[in-house]
């Protein structure tokens, strides 16, 4: 079993900056995809960003690519968000998630989920 933690949510304004953390424990390998995903209400999940840990592999998602930059401490288990130039469309609640397949963009595999973290950005 993985069990991961979020933190690092909050309340910004538009243009500001966001850094989010994702502590994971248990039975997580070097070989897993580690990857952020976010749900605003009334939408569906979405894609934001992953991570694989072995080998620094990323992914983004198109509405967050050149904004928003995965990065990862193996040592620590973390995995880090960082938000810059944050919009309004942003705001959601984000989750961590881990995937035993490696391949980060295999949405499919994500078996471990947190519990989210509000980001809320004004305009």
């Known amino acids: 079993q993985v069990q991961l933690v979020e933190s690092g949510g909050g309340l910004v304004q538009a243009g500001g900056s966001l850094r989010l953390s994702c502590v994971a424990s248990?039975?997580?390998?070097?070989?897993?995809?580690v990857g952020w995903f976010r749900q605003a209400p009334g939408k569906e999940r979405e894609f934001v960003a992953a991570?694989?840990?072995?080998?620094?592999?990323?992914a983004y998602g198109a509405s967050v690519k050149g904004r928003f930059t995965i990065s990862s401490d193996y040592a620590k288990n973390t995995v880090f968000l960082q938000m810059n130039s944050l919009k309004p469309e942003d705001t959601a609640v984000y989750y961590c998630?881990?995937?035993?397949?490696?391949?980060?963009?295999?949405?499919?595999?994500?078996?471990?989920w947190g519990q989210g973290t509000q980001v809320t950005v004004s305009s």
């Open positions: 998630a881990a995937n035993p397949s490696g391949r980060p963009l295999l949405i499919l595999a994500y078996d471990y």
């Open positions: 991570t694989r840990w072995n080998d620094g592999n990323t």
């Open positions: 248990g039975r997580i390998f070097s070989s897993y995809a």
